[in-house]
């Protein structure tokens, strides 16, 4: 998909230019006309007009261009080309995201919306509590097999299969958790099926399909001000990580980030906290 813009833009702007010639002056035209005059959407029929777009984000340009340097790596490797010429071209630098994450009270009241008398609503319940004991990925989740589990040392493994780095990780989950998988597998034993979160199929939980029960327990939860969705759940747990004395390197480890980049940016999230709880029991607030 991602080439497809490229090779579009070439095909229109610079039709003489072929993967030997391209240099790095046509790259960072193209980089301007993705940010000022691309059009999102333009050749998706499907797609209304009032959703067409002019200009994309930093971060989907960035995206390109990570894909256009491994696409090109590969031609060096094939020897099609000789160098890379985006390279030479560093990545956008993006804005900062706010880091969004669930009170305690936002937590409990989500927690309490899936009908736990169903077995869709106690799925939906224990997958809930394991990417918020863990915050592990929402993919990372529902790839999990029975076989992952050990019971006994209550450690999940998340084979490279599933991870974003493609390396095996290991994730410690509580005893609450524990109990929860192990009443979820009872559950599904008529189901014929390794996945752990399944439908009544035996199939995997199609995530977008989570997404939107998620929306929904979110809305009648009442949530606002925070985006209800699987990731959340990820920075809830490592908010609540930090507040509670975790220390950052076990927290890198967990979450399974490359750089201690991320985890700062929880750091400065709960730093927010910090002072927000300074301002409210300071002693000489009753001075």
Request: charged share 25%.
């Amino acid at each position: 998909m991602y080439f497809l813009v490229f090779h579009r833009y070439l095909e229109e702007h610079h039709k003489d230019v072929t993967p030997n010639t391209l240099n790095t002056n046509t790259i960072r035209e193209f980089l301007h006309y993705l940010k000022n005059d691309h059009t999102k959407h333009k050749n998706n029929h499907c797609v209304k007009e009032k959703y067409k777009s002019v200009g994309v984000s930093v971060s989907y340009i960035n995206t390109i261009m990570k894909h256009m340097r491994a696409f090109y790596n590969f031609l060096i490797e094939e020897e099609y080309v000789q160098s890379n010429p985006f390279t030479k071209i560093k990545s956008l630098k993006e804005a900062q995201d706010n880091i969004e994450a669930l009170s305690v009270d936002q937590l409990k009241s989500l927690l309490k919306q899936p009908n736990q008398r169903t077995y869709a609503g106690f799925r939906d319940y224990v997958l809930m509590m394991l990417l918020t004991d863990t915050g592990m990925r929402i993919s990372e989740a529902l790839n999990l097999q029975q076989e992952d589990i050990d019971f006994k040392t209550n450690v999940i493994e998340l084979k490279g299969t599933s991870t974003k780095n493609r390396k095996t990780r290991y994730v410690p989950i509580s005893q609450k958790t524990s109990k929860l998988l192990r009443e979820l597998l009872v559950e599904i034993e008529e189901f014929d099926t390794l996945h752990i979160f399944a439908t009544v199929y035996g199939n995997n939980v199609d995530p977008a399909r989570f997404r939107q029960r998620l929306k929904t327990y979110g809305n009648n939860a009442g949530i606002k001000g925070v985006r209800v969705s699987p990731h959340t759940f990820r920075h809830t747990f490592a908010k609540y990580y930090l507040l509670n004395n975790g220390d950052v390197m076990t927290l890198q480890k967990i979450l399974e980030h490359s750089s201690i980049e991320m985890v700062r940016k929880y750091i400065n999230m709960t730093n927010k906290d910090i002072v927000f709880q300074h301002n409210k029991h300071s002693p000489i607030n009753s001075l």
